[in-house]
Protein backbone atom coordinates (compact mmCIF):
# COMPACT_ATOMS: atom_id res chain seq x y z
CA UNK A 1 0.00 0.00 0.00
CA UNK A 2 1.15 3.56 -0.56
CA UNK A 3 0.07 6.65 0.69
CA UNK A 4 0.23 9.92 -1.04
CA UNK A 5 0.51 13.32 0.37
CA UNK A 6 0.17 16.36 -1.43
CA UNK A 7 1.00 20.02 -1.03
CA UNK A 8 2.16 22.94 -2.31
CA UNK A 9 -1.75 24.72 -2.95
CA UNK A 10 -2.73 28.27 -1.86
CA UNK A 11 -4.13 31.51 -2.92
CA UNK A 12 -2.43 33.49 -5.90
CA UNK A 13 -3.28 36.01 -8.00
CA UNK A 14 -3.96 35.29 -11.77
CA UNK A 15 -1.13 35.02 -13.86
CA UNK A 16 0.76 33.93 -10.63
CA UNK A 17 2.63 30.51 -9.99
CA UNK A 18 2.37 27.31 -7.77
CA UNK A 19 4.07 24.53 -7.27
CA UNK A 20 2.66 21.05 -6.18
CA UNK A 21 4.40 18.39 -4.71
CA UNK A 22 3.08 14.51 -4.06
CA UNK A 23 5.38 12.84 -1.85
CA UNK A 24 4.96 9.05 -1.55
CA UNK A 25 5.06 6.85 1.65
CA UNK A 26 4.61 3.70 2.51
CA UNK A 27 6.52 2.33 -0.37
CA UNK A 28 7.54 3.92 -3.11
CA UNK A 29 6.47 4.75 -6.45
CA UNK A 30 8.42 2.06 -8.09
CA UNK A 31 7.62 1.32 -11.78
CA UNK A 32 4.47 3.34 -11.33
CA UNK A 33 2.85 6.09 -13.57
CA UNK A 34 1.62 9.02 -11.71
CA UNK A 35 -0.79 11.42 -12.61
CA UNK A 36 -2.64 14.72 -11.59
CA UNK A 37 -6.09 15.33 -11.43
CA UNK A 38 -8.44 18.51 -10.13
CA UNK A 39 -11.71 18.77 -9.13
CA UNK A 40 -13.98 21.45 -8.79
CA UNK A 41 -16.73 21.99 -7.36
CA UNK A 42 -19.90 21.14 -8.84
CA UNK A 43 -17.54 19.50 -11.57
CA UNK A 44 -16.22 15.91 -12.02
CA UNK A 45 -12.68 14.97 -11.29
CA UNK A 46 -10.76 15.92 -14.74
CA UNK A 47 -7.41 14.84 -15.97
CA UNK A 48 -4.49 17.42 -15.65
CA UNK A 49 -1.21 15.62 -16.38
CA UNK A 50 1.04 12.64 -16.33
CA UNK A 51 4.10 10.71 -16.20
CA UNK A 52 5.28 7.32 -16.71
CA UNK A 53 8.36 6.36 -14.66
CA UNK A 54 10.79 6.46 -17.10
CA UNK A 55 10.21 10.03 -17.99
CA UNK A 56 9.50 8.80 -21.48
CA UNK A 57 6.02 9.57 -21.57
CA UNK A 58 4.33 12.94 -20.18
CA UNK A 59 0.92 14.36 -21.41
CA UNK A 60 -1.69 16.78 -20.26
CA UNK A 61 -4.61 17.97 -21.19
CA UNK A 62 -5.19 20.98 -23.36
CA UNK A 63 -6.10 23.30 -21.27
CA UNK A 64 -3.04 23.59 -19.35
CA UNK A 65 -0.20 22.89 -21.74
CA UNK A 66 2.37 25.47 -22.46
CA UNK A 67 1.45 26.55 -18.65
CA UNK A 68 2.04 23.26 -16.31
CA UNK A 69 4.91 21.01 -16.11
CA UNK A 70 4.71 17.52 -14.57
CA UNK A 71 7.98 16.34 -13.32
CA UNK A 72 9.42 13.72 -11.17
CA UNK A 73 12.33 12.53 -8.40
CA UNK A 74 12.30 8.47 -8.16
CA UNK A 75 14.80 8.55 -5.97
CA UNK A 76 12.59 11.09 -3.36
CA UNK A 77 9.40 9.23 -5.05
CA UNK A 78 7.96 13.03 -5.41
CA UNK A 79 6.06 14.12 -8.50
CA UNK A 80 5.34 17.92 -8.94
CA UNK A 81 3.16 20.01 -11.25
CA UNK A 82 4.98 23.85 -11.75
CA UNK A 83 1.65 25.76 -12.65
CA UNK A 84 2.72 29.03 -14.67
CA UNK A 85 0.45 31.51 -15.66
CA UNK A 86 -3.04 30.51 -13.69
CA UNK A 87 -6.19 31.27 -14.49
CA UNK A 88 -9.13 31.63 -12.44
CA UNK A 89 -10.60 28.25 -13.93
CA UNK A 90 -7.54 26.10 -12.67
CA UNK A 91 -9.40 26.73 -9.19
CA UNK A 92 -10.07 23.41 -8.08
CA UNK A 93 -8.86 20.82 -5.44
CA UNK A 94 -5.82 18.79 -6.90
CA UNK A 95 -4.85 15.38 -6.89
CA UNK A 96 -2.06 13.16 -7.78
CA UNK A 97 -2.53 9.50 -8.01
CA UNK A 98 -1.01 6.44 -8.46
CA UNK A 99 -0.66 3.58 -10.95
CA UNK A 100 -3.65 3.53 -13.57
CA UNK A 101 -5.54 0.39 -14.21
CA UNK A 102 -6.26 1.94 -17.66
CA UNK A 103 -4.48 4.68 -19.68
CA UNK A 104 -2.95 7.93 -18.08
CA UNK A 105 -6.04 10.13 -18.83
CA UNK A 106 -8.24 7.81 -17.39
CA UNK A 107 -9.29 8.41 -13.41
CA UNK A 108 -9.01 4.61 -12.55
CA UNK A 109 -5.61 4.52 -10.70
CA UNK A 110 -5.30 2.47 -7.65
CA UNK A 111 -4.16 5.20 -5.09
CA UNK A 112 -4.88 8.56 -4.76
CA UNK A 113 -4.10 11.17 -2.20
CA UNK A 114 -6.35 13.86 -0.11
CA UNK A 115 -5.88 16.73 -2.61
CA UNK A 116 -4.55 20.36 -1.92
CA UNK A 117 -7.00 23.17 -2.91
CA UNK A 118 -5.97 25.70 -5.41
CA UNK A 119 -7.73 29.03 -5.30
CA UNK A 120 -6.51 31.82 -8.41
CA UNK A 121 -8.42 34.86 -7.94
CA UNK A 122 -8.96 37.23 -10.97
Not at 5 to 24: D, H, I, K, N, P
Not at 25 to 42: E, H, I, K, L, N
Not at 86 to 104: G, I, N, Q
Amino acid sequence: QVQLVESGGGSVQAGGSLRLSCAASGRTFGRDAVGWFRQAPGKEREFVAAINWRLTYIIYADSVKGRFTISRDNAKSTVYLQMNSLKPEDTAVYHCAARPRRDMKNTEYEFWGQGTQVTVSS
